[in-house]
Every structure is written in C-alpha cells, then in structure tokens.
DNA sequence: TTATATACATAAGATTTCTATGTATTAATT
DNA sequence: AATTAATACATAGAAATCTTATGTATATAA
C-alpha cells in the first residue's frame, strides 16, 4: 500500500503575485543554464528565493509539457542511477521567446514600482 | 436596440505577469487615494502605467465584490450628474491587509529579480 | 525499517482573468 | 439629428493557471 507522507512537498503560502510568472521563471533559467529537469528547477527556484518560493510539482510538470507543446522547450530523455530525468532546453522560438518574455517582466516591475511608489516616477 | 460598439473597452495584450496582482494594486491605489470608484481604478492604473496596463472591468468588479465580501473594502454609493459611483476605502482590516500586501509584493520583486539577475545577488 | 530525497505524472477543484454582453446617462462628433 | 465615445455600473461563460491530493518508483539516511 502507498503512503503519502506529506512533508514540505508543496508550497504553502505563495503569494497569489507568483501567478503567471511560472513560464517566465522556467525560461530564464533555461536560458542561464543551458538545460535542466524538472525537480533541478524547483530545486534551483528555492534556493535562489532563500526557500520563499516553491514551486509545486502540479503546476510545474503540466507547464513544461504545455512549453514543450508549443515548441518554446524541447526534452532529452536521460537515465541516472536508475531514475528518470528529463532535460528541458530551449529550442530557437523558445529563445526569442525568452528574450520578449524578459523584456515584459522588465515592464511589469518598473509598472508595479510606479505603483507602489508613485513618488519616483 | 442595445449596440455594443466596443473600442477599446478591454486590455489587449497584458502581460500574464499581472495575473495575481490586481487585488494588491487595488488595495495600494485606496491607500493612497483615500476612496476611489471602479472605473476611476482603471483609469489611474491606465494613466500610471502609460497605457500599458490596462485594467478589465470583468476582472475588476468582481475583485471590488470580493474585497467587500471579505471585510477588506467598504462602499459609499453616490450619485453624481445622475451616474451611479460606488466608492470603495480600505477598512481597518483591509488597511493592515493592505500593509502585508506591499510587503509580499517587495519580496517578490526581490525574488524576481534574483532569478533574472542572478549576479546580483 | 521507516522516512526522506530524488524524479516523474495526472486529476479534481478552486481561483482568477478574459471575452462578451448588458443597461444607462452625458458629451462630443459628424 | 444621429451616431459614437466616454462615463459607470454589472454579470455569465470560457479559458487559463495553480493548489491540493494522490500515484509510482528508486536510492539513501536515520
């Protein structure tokens, strides 16, 4: 019988701004490192967010499947020590992608600081 | 005859990074401002941001209920040049809510950023 | 031997947002 | 005079995304 022991698998208080830049932070990242698997991701995310983000494995495998649908990610299916793992790197559309997606997160921060600190602007 | 003569009533390319930040907006905007209507609401975020981010009104009223519901908001309805305005403050609750928003909200930029510019950090 | 870490997956439900439509008044344009 | 645009609210259906929960499987640490 399976038993679910249920122990920091999931995030718990995310902040709801994280949704919609899932995709963007997946892409960045393949971009800086060249290509990836899926839990390295989660993995690299915590611990560049000093474990204030974790990425849940429900949202993440379904974006990667959907990214590499749309031909943004192409996958290499690897063995290590009997497991699984499947690298994710970007394919040219990807890249160009990423190249906009970087820009419009660059918007969006400068747009959410004149927001939130009218002052400066 | 109802004709739906429909120029520019919707936002046209938002960038899914804002998905998850329209409550925060929202929130900040009546800290600031004291007490604003919705559509005074799509129109400050229009002016903010350049006209880059251009607030639905299907996403907006139904927020401003929501926030009403929770405790966060409360309304004064006026009537002015026979227009109906529904005036939206923050409540005590919403205030202190309000207050933890911003705070999440500099994290994340921080978080993001880190992931965009991991050299910096 | 039990739990944790690694590594994938999907399905149900909740939530949010977009698109489209609806009503109504006033101001501007043609 | 008639039409369009602007002001001001509203909601319903669909789409998209994310959370929660569960499932399988191997390797390692306690």
């Given at each position: 019988m399976y038993i679910c022991s249920d122990v920091n698998r999931f995030s718990m208080k995310n902040s709801q701004l994280?949704?919609?830049s899932l995709t963007t932070?997946?892409?960045k990242l393949l971009e800086e490192n060249g290509r990836m698997y899926g839990y390295e991701i989660?993995?690299?995310?915590k611990e560049?967010?000093?474990g204030e983000l974790k990425i849940t494995e429900g949202a993440l495998y379904p974006a990667l499947h959907k990214l590499e649908a749309e031909g943004v990610l192409e996958v290499e299916i690897e063995n290590v020590d009997n497991r699984l793992r499947k690298y994710y790197k970007l394919t040219?559309?990807?890249?160009?992608?990423?190249?906009?997606?970087?820009?419009?997160?660059?918007?969006f921060i400068?747009?959410?600081q004149s927001i939130v600190n009218p002052k400066l602007t």
């Open positions: 994280y949704k919609g932070i997946v892409m989660t993995q690299k995310v560049i967010t000093k040219e559309k990807g890249t160009s992608e990423t190249i906009n997606r970087l820009a419009e997160l660059e918007e400068k747009n959410m």
